[in-house]
Each structure stands twice: as structure tokens, then as C-alpha cells.
């Protein structure tokens, strides 16, 4: 038993007994289930220099402060160059005895220079092989960057190798365009994608490696440059390393140029690996293995536990008949959700049940560094799902959220039944141990305010373009698709998320309603996130399609300007998003609103549509809004936009009855990014985001 699962067990027994001396004992009893990591690897080279004995070289060497992979400009010769640095000592990448595999991370910075030359090759690589590998024989040219011998470059027979390889020429088995690529056994990527680099230009790249021993997930994230900005971009793949190499291993780096050429060099490089040593064997063939060693260990570790556990037990007793009744109450409180939830599922279709060992599975134990995002409802993790090879959003519901059983159960059974190419499909969810949880499919490119509003990405603008038809295709499914119009009342950027492929798919329906087709609106508590909500929703508290179609408008004004709806700073006229595009449009002016990080690269007719657009479905007047389904005519150019007034109109509306609740429920613009990983949900506000999709009974 792993000890995060025997802590989950014990955890009640903690809140119950709040004496000091009972948690102490409890955990000095982890303490001796807690074997110690070994074999681990740990450095930081910012620089490198002549004195540095941890790296060792062939071929290469250090100078200027960092590694020359290759000949540099000046050598006589820089073509036909190849190289290779390496740590000094080998890696133990799995345990022969248990199967284990290591983790490990690194990160590089890295230049590859031809110095304004239009042609170049060949490329660096990150690489594992076996314990003691050198530089081929017979090897002259750079495609095999040193990895494999001529005319041997392909022969998985030969090869023993995993690189991860940041190609700049292109062999007759390489992608068209210069690349980063997986590569085992071959130069042949099992997985690649292409690399916006500025080899001419001579910049500095970062990127960062990491593998998983438990899901087998080899990531990279680099960095690229689209219209001179920065960007980042993402590979993976799954690879079992103990297929393909030894338990020790050599790593580092290695570079080649054939009869084009170009400076290869890595300016700095920190890497950390752990082999965990425990009894959980994860070779299938481990376990019949003697080990003299192991079971001196399991000895003492059975007279630790049995010390640390005799004075636990006796508290435990002592506090058993009250826990027993507490349990029995929650697991008869758990079932009957479960009942509930199971029973609205149509069977054989739908999200499907999942245990909280599973989920702590799939996310290390709910490991912070799986944590894509925190909002008011709690937190939402990546997780892996060994079952289905697949990677999945998991949506905690923190303790302290006004969450419902009913509520919960309603949007569970709600969601499941939308089925949709640009929605957020539910996969499942699960209620135990008083969790709530629900499992999304995983977006890899996080949400689409994360590239909008980051200086370090820049989407380009037929991404862009697309984004906006996929929105509203998902919304139309929405408003016209379903048996019931689906108000989802929080559209937004940071809603839209994005898959591999960057198509746009619309998540987190923790403020959406259920609208009979023949009614089409509602009065309503005021819900929503300022900036993106119709003035009749602040006015009448009315929730409406017209209301998402207004939502969706400003959306497609943030795809075309790259800002955010309400930019306090931005100076007189230009905090409001709407407005200032409008009096630009009024001016004929209006591309001057355009993203200015796209260096006019863009098409003019598809920009000032999208622009028009959005101003007329986020017109004051509701009654001037178009359909959605007009807006996709028009966005697709089967129809016109119409002529709107020079001058942004102003609403005027009635007052709102008096039986409208003047309660708000506002969602929080907070979104879950970082730079190096995938990014996915954001929260609504701190009871939507997994609150019913129907937060009152449908009218």
C-alpha cells in the first residue's frame, strides 16, 4: 500500500481526534511506510567552462560560456561537423529488481546559428542511450546528428536511442518544414511537430523535457517565434523506456552539419531525476525475482510499523465507535447520490463512474504539480486514465462549496446528454470519501485567453478565424440543437478551450439554464462575468439567447483586437472593448483596432467581417442582435453584415418586476495557465463552476 492511500484512510480518524499525540503517532507511522528515493541526479549549469569535469565531450567542447556542439565560425571548417556532450555519469532509468522507472525534468537553453545563411542543417538533440554510448563509426553526414551511422539512421535493429531532436534540415524521411520530433530508435520521429524557429536570426530557444513513470508520458515545450514573438509550443508522446533502453544510461546532447551548416550550442542546462525504490512492482516479472536485500528491508520495515502502530491502535479504539457512526451516515448520504445520479443516466450511454482510486491514481494523489487551475469551487487537475491511455480534466469540488446534491446530480445528468464537436464532453464523475468530482476530456492548449493575453503566445490569425466558427457552431448546437435552448449565460475567453488541433471547444456550464424553445429568455438572478454580460442582464436580469449571442460578440472582438473586454488603463475612449471598436467603426477606422502582435497578417475581408460581426451581436438593443445562426451565415460569408449606426445606440429597458432576486453571481475571470504545461477550465464563481447546469427549475 502506497502511503498517500493509507493517509486518505487516516485522514478522518485526524479530524476527529484532534489530539496532538495522535497525529504525531499517525505520522510517524508514514514515516516508516516512506522508503527513500535513491540513484537520484540533480544539477544546474548556467554556464560552462574548461573546469567543469560533470560534462564530457566529443567532439565538443566549452567555450565563451557554453557548449560548441559543432564547429563555431571560427574554425576553418564548419560543414561535415558533429558532436556530442554528456553528463559524466550514467542515469539508473529503471530498476532491474522492481521494474521501476525514473522520472525526470530538464530544461536547456540552446542556440542554433547560420548566421543569416539561408541554408543550414542539421539540427541538436536531447538523448538517452546505453551506459557508455559514443559517436557512431562511419558517420559524415548531419542528418543522423550523431546519433546513428550513415545509411543506418532508420535501422531500429542497429539504433538504441530515444531522442528528442530540434531538426532544421530536412532527409527524405523528415516533415516538410524544420521540426521538433520524438525519435526512438530512428531518425524517423514516431511524433513531430512543426518548429516556428529563427535559425537566420540566431535566438536563443528554451525547452523543457519531463517524463512521467507513470503514465510514460514523454512532454516537451519549447519555444518558437511567430512575427517576432516569443511562443510556446507542445509534443508528446507515450513511450514505455524500458522497451527500448537499458537500466543505466548515458544522456546529453548531441548536434551534426552535413554540407550545410550552422552553430550549434547550449548555453545552459539544469536536469533532476529520482529512481523511487518501494515494493511496487510495475515489471511483470520482478516479483518472482529473489531479493536478499528487499526482504531485509520488508523485516524492518514490518518491526517499525508494528512499534509506531501498538500506541496508535489503542487511541484508535478509542475513537472507533464514534467514527463508525459518522461513516455510516456519510456512505448512506454517498449512496443515495449515486443512486440518484445513476438512475438519470440512460444505460450504456453517457459519463460513467468512477471510483476516488481511480482519480487519485490518475493525478498522483491530487499532486500540485498537476494542478491546472484554482477557482472558488476548488481546483482542477490533469490526470492520466491508464485504462483508456488518455489524458483528462478532473474537477474537484473543494470542501467548502455551497455545491448541492441535487445541484450536483442535475448538472452531472444535463451535461452528459450534450454532445457536441465544439463542446467539453463530461467523460464521468464520482462521489466518495464526501468528493465531488467531475472528468473532462483534456484540452493540451489550455484556454484561448491564455494565448490571447499572453506575450508568449501568439495565435495566428486563421487559428483565430477558425476559433470564432467553432464557438459558434457550439453555440448554435446549444440554442437550437438540443431538446430544450441551453442558455450558458458565461461565455467568455477564458471559456473557450482549446484542443490539440486548436479547435475551439466551449466548457464550464456552471451558470447555464435550461430554456423551454417556445419561452427563449427568463428572468433571473444576475449572473455572468462584467465585460462580457448584455445590458439587459444588468438591467432586467434577464437571461436570454440573445444574451450569449451578445457574449459571443465580444469574444469575437477579442479574437480580432488580442485585448480584453474592459482594459482600465487603456486610456480615454478604449476601456471598453465595444464601444472603442464601434467609434472606430463610425470613423471608418476600423481596423485600426486590429492586433497590432499580428503585423497585418491577416485577411482583410475575413478581419473586418469578424469585426462587424461582433459589434452586431453585442448591439445594446437586443432586439438588433441577430440569431446565431445568422451570425455563422455571416461569419461564413453566405450573408451580409448589415450597415449598423455610426454611433453606438443606447439601451433602454423597463424596469424589471419586482419579484426579480437583486442577488449577483458573478464569475471570476480567473484562468488556469502556465508555461510550461497544458492549461485547462476556468471558475465561474465559487458555487457555479460545478453547480447545476439548472440553478433553478426551468420555466
Request: aromatic fraction near 10%; proline fraction near 4%.
Amino acid at each position: 500500500m502506497r502511503p498517500y492511500f493509507l493517509h486518505q484512510n487516516l485522514k478522518p480518524l485526524m479530524a476527529i481526534c484532534s489530539s496532538k499525540i495522535v497525529n504525531l503517532l499517525i505520522t510517524t507511522v508514514l514515516f516508516c511506510l516512506i522508503e527513500p528515493f535513491s540513484n537520484a541526479i540533480s544539477f544546474n549549469f548556467t554556464s560552462f567552462t574548461t573546469n567543469n569535469n560533470n560534462i564530457s565531450y566529443e567532439n565538443a567542447y566549452p567555450a565563451s560560456r557554453v557548449i560548441q556542439l559543432t564547429a563555431n565560425q571560427r574554425d576553418r571548417q564548419m560543414t561535415a561537423s558533429l558532436g556530442r556532450a554528456t553528463y559524466y555519469e550514467p542515469m539508473h532509468l529503471w530498476d532491474k529488481a522492481t521494474g521501476n522507472l525514473t522520472d525526470f525534468a530538464t530544461h536547456f537553453t540552446f542556440t542554433i546559428d547560420s548566421q543569416n545563411r539561408s541554408a543550414y542543417g542539421d539540427g541538436i538533440a536531447f538523448f538517452l542511450a546505453p551506459q557508455g554510448s559514443k559517436i557512431p563509426d562511419n558517420v559524415t553526414k548531419g542528418g543522423n546528428l550523431a546519433l546513428a551511422s550513415d545509411g543506418m539512421g532508420l535501422n531500429t535493429t542497429v539504433n538504441r536511442f530515444v531522442a528528442v531532436e530540434f531538426d532544421i534540415y530536412r532527409n527524405r524521411w523528415d516533415p516538410e518544414h524544420e521540426h521538433v520530433g520524438i525519435d526512438i530508435d530512428s531518425m524517423k520521429s514516431v511524433a513531430n511537430i512543426t518548429w516556428w524557429s529563427d535559425v537566420m536570426g540566431g535566438k536563443r530557444n528554451e525547452a523543457w523535457i519531463r517524463y512521467d513513470p507513470k503514465t510514460h508520458n514523454l512532454s516537451v515545450s519549447f519555444t518558437g517565434f511567430r512575427n517576432n514573438t516569443t511562443v510556446m509550443q507542445h509534443l508528446s508522446a507515450i513511450i514505455d523506456l524500458r522497451l527500448y533502453l537499458p537500466d543505466k544510461v548515458t544522456f546529453g546532447f548531441s548536434a551534426a552539419t552535413g554540407n550545410a551548416s550552422a552553430i550549434h550550442q547550449i548555453s545552459s542546462w539544469d536536469f533532476s531525476s529520482s529512481l523511487e525504490n518501494d515494493s511496487n512492482t510495475t515489471d511483470p516479472t520482478a516479483a518472482t525475482q529473489p531479493n536478499h536485500k528487499k526482504r531485509k528491508n520488508r523485516t524492518g520495515f514490518a518491526v517499525g510499523f508494528g512499534v509506531a502502530g501498538a500506541f496508535v491502535v489503542m487511541v484508535l479504539v478509542g475513537i472507533a465507535s464514534l467514527y463508525r457512526k459518522k461513516y455510516q451516515s456519510d456512505e448512506e448520504n454517498g449512496d443515495a447520490i449515486d443512486e440518484a445520479i445513476e438512475d438519470e443516466f440512460e444505460r450504456g450511454t453517457g459519463p460513467r463512474k468512477f471510483s476516488y482510486k481511480e482519480l487519485v491514481h490518475a493525478t498522483d494523489d491530487f499532486n500540485e504539480v498537476q494542478k491546472l487551475g484554482q477557482g472558488g469551487f476548488g481546483g482542477v487537475y490533469k490526470g492520466f486514465l491508464k485504462d483508456s491511455s488518455s489524458y483528462v480534466a478532473i474537477k474537484r469540488v473543494s470542501s467548502g462549496s455551497k455545491q448541492g446534491i441535487k445541484e450536483y446530480a442535475s448538472e452531472v445528468k444535463i451535461i452528459s446528454r450534450l454532445r457536441h464537436r465544439n463542446l467539453v464532453q463530461l467523460i464521468g464523475w464520482c462521489h466518495e470519501n464526501k468528493q465531488l468530482l467531475l472528468v473532462y476530456e483534456f484540452m493540451p492548449n489550455g484556454s484561448l485567453d491564455s494565448h490571447l493575453f499572453n506575450q508568449n503566445s501568439l495565435l495566428p490569425w486563421e487559428l483565430r478565424f477558425k476559433i470564432a466558427q467553432g464557438l459558434a457552431s457550439g453555440l448554435l448546437y446549444l440554442h437550437e440543437g438540443w431538446q430544450q435552448c441551453v442558455v450558458h449565460r458565461d461565455i467568455k475567453s477564458s471559456n473557450v478551450l482549446l484542443d490539440s488541433d486548436f479547435n475551439a471547444k466551449l466548457g464550464d456550464f456552471g451558470l447555464a439554464r435550461l430554456v423551454d424553445h417556445s419561452k427563449g429568455s427568463q428572468t433571473t438572478v444576475l449572473a455572468g462575468t462584467m465585460g462580457y454580460l448584455a445590458p439587459e442582464c444588468h438591467i432586467a436580469g434577464k437571461a436570454s439567447k440573445q444574451s450569449d449571442v451578445y457574449s459571443f460578440g465580444v469574444v469575437a472582438l477579442e479574437l480580432a483586437c488580442g485585448r480584453k473586454p474592459i482594459e482600465p488603463k487603456a486610456g480615454e475612449g478604449k476601456v471598453n472593448l465595444v464601444e472603442w471598436v464601434w467609434d472606430l467603426y463610425g470613423r471608418t477606422e476600423l481596423l485600426e483596432a486590429c492586433d497590432t502582435r499580428l503585423n497585418g497578417v491577416f485577411t482583410v475581408r475575413e478581419m473586418e467581417q469578424l469585426m462587424i460581426l461582433g459589434l452586431w451581436c453585442a448591439h445594446p438593443d437586443e432586439n438588433s442582435r441577430p440569431s446565431i445562426r445568422q451570425a455563422i451565415h455571416a461569419l461564413n460569408f453566405e450573408a451580409p453584415v448589415p450597415v449598423l449606426p455610426s454611433k453606438m445606440p443606447v439601451a433602454t429597458y423597463y424596469a424589471p418586476p419586482m419579484s426579480v432576486t437583486p442577488l449577483n453571481q458573478f464569475s471570476s475571470n480567473s484562468t488556469y495557465s502556465n508555461s510550461s504545461r497544458s492549461s485547462q477550465f476556468t471558475s465561474s464563481s465559487s458555487s457555479s463552476a460545478t453547480a447545476s447546469l439548472l440553478l433553478a427549475p426551468p420555466v
